[in-house]
């Protein structure tokens, strides 16, 4: 448990601004508690499907009376996990009439793509 | 419950090849299973922080006895934690005398990147 073979990692302190990239920098603590939010909001296969399914719809909005037949699962069940979705900032809904309509958040995953990508040339940085 | 407003979703077919991307094809109930299982993995701070870790490191390779004292918690839950990792092939383990080596998989990483990234011009692929 010691440390000499090449030093302690120091996780604190390296994550300044926005969105300094998950693979570049070492992430704070606070970071990584928001973060993980949003990760765990996508780790699991009807929540991914719904999101994909909203993502990848022609005019960027979809009914949830569209959704729930997509599903082998009762209309409580998609809401809860919309909500979660909705909670970790992935989707935005808006009630019209009887139905309430589901988009993208784009800049969510935006920065999610962003944080997962690697730095260009991380040798020639520090040259 | 209807489908009356803009037809029914069809979550099937339409996942072919390598990485489609989320946000472009509605993702197939296979590759949801799959891809939440890397997500999950993502969901927690402490794996998310030790990925951080493991992947911003100059050298591309981490001791285990570097990573748990950046942590206050025990070397087998940290050990857990990066077990969680490895089984959803973000990183990579070896072990080299004393100590274990862990390094990121970044066609990991890269995959979700680009599963993340929208399409550069949607509107304008179909016509």
Chains 1, 2 share one sequence.
């Not at 704070?28 to 508690?33: L, T």
């Not at 909705?86 to 920065?111: K, N």
Request: aromatic share 4%; glycine share 10%.
């Amino acid at each position: 448990m010691s440390k000499q073979e090449s030093g302690a990692v120091d996780p604190g302190g390296a994550v300044q601004g926005c969105c300094p990239g998950l693979l570049r920098t070492p992430l704070g603590e606070d970071e990584s508690v928001e973060l993980a939010r949003v990760f765990k909001a996508l780790g699991d296969p009807v929540r991914l499907r719904l999101l994909s399914l909203i993502a990848s719809r022609d005019g960027g909005e979809v009914c949830v009376c569209d959704l729930t037949p997509a599903f082998d699962l009762a209309q409580p069940t998609i809401s809860h996990h919309l909500k979660l979705l909705r909670e970790a900032g992935l989707i935005a809904s808006q009630r019209r009439g009887t139905w309430v309509y589901y988009r993208l958040l784009p800049e969510s995953t935006d920065r999610l793509a962003r944080i997962l990508t690697r730095a260009a040339a991380p040798e020639a940085a520090g040259a």
